[in-house]
């Protein structure tokens, strides 16, 4: 289908990075107990190895999350695939690999989930990463009944994936309000506004709305923030707290 800010077809709420804090950030197993807890739409980062594979990982550098060190965009595939990503979490969850966006595309489509695909380029493949990560999401949902939505903090990817595959829904992420992100977000295509749950009243939501967009919300992890956007009419609530709030609220 042809999602757009009129025929949107993503649940409210939607599980960051799989399963929040509860499992190993961007692994399967993330995935798993986040559609265990009744999620059915999920958030997760992707860039792209050194030879070119779009996987998950959130930071610039492998420290953090894995077994690894440096910059995880400079190594290949080969390389990465063999990094511990859940040990840093839990003893339970040692020997985790990082995922690549194939075998992600396998388990939503599997189970009928839905994707958030943050476009997170390493420093400067902002564009690159763009235009790769959103062909593969075209190739990996062809024939889907609802494909990825794609966001990013960087313009450069959103330009390349609109430039590459521009039926794919597109959503800017804005930590601030800098001048010129609703004329931005236009020139985009973009359907949707994601941003800092802070930054939403009354007034930055009926600019949205004005607009022809939609508006989602990171990272809401108390019961007084959700239900203040509740109440604004916001359409998305990226949460880390799965064990919170039931996502069918």
Request: one cysteine or more; charged letters at 20%.
């Amino acid at each position: 289908m042809q999602v757009t800010a009129q025929n949107w077809p993503y649940p409210r709420w939607i599980a960051h990075r799989g399963a929040g804090k509860l499992a190993p950030e961007n692994t399967l197993a993330a995935f798993r107990l986040g559609a265990q807890h009744g999620y059915r739409m999920f958030e997760c980062d992707v860039k792209l190895s050194a030879d070119g594979v779009p996987f998950l990982l959130h930071d610039d550098t492998l420290e953090r999350t894995s077994t690894g060190t440096g910059i995880a965009g400079e190594q290949p595939w080969s390389a990465l695939a063999r990094l511990d990503a859940g040990s840093w979490h839990s003893r339970s969850q040692a020997g985790e690999p990082m995922p690549t966006l194939d075998n992600i595309a396998a388990f939503c489509q599997r189970n009928g989930l839905f994707l958030n695909i943050e476009i997170k380029p390493s420093p400067g493949a902002d564009r690159l990463t763009g235009e790769k990560v959103a062909d593969a999401a075209a190739r990996l949902w062809q024939g889907q009944a609802v494909p990825p939505l794609l966001t990013s903090f960087s313009v450069a990817s959103l330009e390349g994936a609109q430039a590459t595959q521009p039926n794919l829904p597109r959503g800017l992420l804005l930590e601030t309000l800098w001048d010129g992100w609703l004329q931005t977000a236009q020139r985009l295509g973009c359907i949707a506004i994601v941003c800092d749950h802070t930054l939403w009243t009354a007034e930055t939501v009926a600019q949205v709305k004005a607009a022809g967009l939609r508006s989602a919300s990171y990272t809401v992890n108390d019961a007084a923030s959700a239900q203040r956007l509740a109440v604004l009419g916001t359409d998305g609530v990226i949460t880390d707290r799965i064990d919170l709030f039931a996502p069918a609220v």
